[in-house]
């Protein structure tokens, strides 16, 4: 049974920077697609982005290209997204989550999910 465990969300102004971080347990990581999926108050769950499990380059959400980075690291079984020139708007729970041996570049598509971290971006 696939787990993830996600971290780094806290409190940070307009125009700041976080970098969130998920460990992989119960499978092989290598196999797997590793995305970050979002949920603000009140909205429904959004993708954000996604690096693949054959590798290549990583696909992101209009809201959040050229801000955001995703990147994996398979030594560490960790899967990471830099959070750059953030906004309010960017205030939301970020989930990590997996899909096995397919591009999953929607937030339905993913099998395994993480806790949440909460991200809180203040004007």
């Known amino acids: 049974q696939v787990q993830l465990v996600d971290s780094g969300g806290g409190l940070v102004q307009a125009g700041g920077s976080l970098r969130l971080s998920c460990k992989f347990f119960?499978?092989?990581?290598?196999?797997?697609?590793l995305g970050w999926v979002r949920q603000g108050p009140g909205k429904d769950r959004e993708f954000v982005a996604a690096?693949?499990?054959?590798?290549?380059?990583?696909f992101y959400a209009d809201s959040v290209k050229d801000r955001f980075t995703i990147s994996r690291d398979n030594a560490k079984i960790t899967v990471y997204l830099q959070l750059s020139s953030l906004k309010p708007e960017d205030t939301a729970v970020y989930y990590c989550?997996?899909?096995?041996?397919?591009?999953?570049?929607?937030?339905?598509?993913?099998?395994?999910w993480g806790q949440g971290t909460q991200v809180t971006v203040s004007s």
């Open positions: 119960g499978g092989i990581f290598s196999t797997y697609t």
């Open positions: 690096i693949s499990w054959r590798g290549g380059t990583p």
């Open positions: 989550a997996s899909a096995y041996r397919r591009s999953a570049q929607r937030w339905g598509e993913y099998d395994y």
